[in-house]
């Protein structure tokens, strides 16, 4: 290790000669208090050119020292963060030049997704959805969850800020390496891959929500479902109904802007590359549809719960008006009977007490047989 360390400081002293004009350049804009090598947000932070990964030796690079490496040799610099604070990102953000709205806008998250020109640079807006895995399904249950990842793709650089514990690019970063003719293609080819990425994560949520929507809807039209017909599983279904509406807000917002990546021409996004948002845009197109269904489905299946529970209560105020109907001739002999008056009917009769037992007892199975013929009881 120690020789390693007096390697690296023989080589730096020559690599500070190499690019000394550039960070000429660069120390106008640069404020030691916001110095982007000492965040700790940074990812990975790497240079490609020609499609393939330029190694550093055993040190992740520093922003700075990427966007100067860039400057001198040609290709881009991509640095991926997560979460950073506005002090974090501050220095970043003065390095490459970004816009200091867009720049509020990646670290405070919580944006809608968006596309959005600055001058020389493009800022995206990406909502990823992630699925919560769950034994079942309840009234609280946590179906989707989501988090985001903002784009600046710039001539030379790609930078992407992500915030949620999901959705990390790693993979992606992997997968992109090992496909060196589409990394050649510069930023864009990386923000393709984000945009793709993040749909097929769409698609994945979508097929997974399907098996929930699924088994609520056998529970509400199954008598021996969780729910029966007595509507207990409304609850359920206003929660994977919420679900489904932060799923949408995701989705729907984000059309627009591959709508604009795949149309219309951009400086900054390569010909050969804007085909193939077209084919994330479609994919898109078949989620949206999807999450449009789940919602109305959820609406129809949550209609005809409310309506099986009214049902029920209908049912349920017959069975007890039938019962009123039956005990309320006992209760009328009673009543007639329990008055003090010298002369009431077959009031000194042997047989009085025997008769009026009888009639009231054939009098409430008449009652009784003939509500449960009409199917009151």
Known sequence: MSMMRDLRAAVRPSLRKSVAPYENEARSSYDPTRDPSACSAVVDCAVYRDGARVESGDDCLTPREA??????????????LHEPTEKEFAGIAAEFGLHPLAVEDAVHAHQRPKLEPYDDTLFAVFKTIHYVEHAEL??????????EVMCFLGRDFFITVRHGGQGSLRALRRRLQAEPELLAKGPSAVLHAISDHVVDGYLA???AMQDDIDEVE?????????GGPRGTDAGRIYQLKREVLEFK??????RRPLQLLSERPMRLIDPDIQKYFRDV?????RVQEQVIGFDELLNSIL??????ASVAQNEDMRKITSWAAIVAVPTMVCGVYGMNFDHMPELHWRFGYPLVLAVTVVACFTIHRTLKRNGWL
């Open 67 to 80: 966007r100067l490496q860039v400057r001198r040799d040609g290709g881009f610099a991509w640095i991926g």
């Open 205 to 207: 949520v979508a097929d």
């Open 218 to 226: 056998t529970d509400v039209f199954s008598q021996t479902g969780k």
């Open 249 to 254: 807000r995701a989705v729907a917002p984000l």
């Open 281 to 285: 845009a479609d994919h898109l197109e």
């Open 303 to 308: 209609q005809a719960n409310l309506a099986q």
């Open 138 to 147: 309840t009234d609280t249950s946590e179906v989707v969850e989501t988090g």
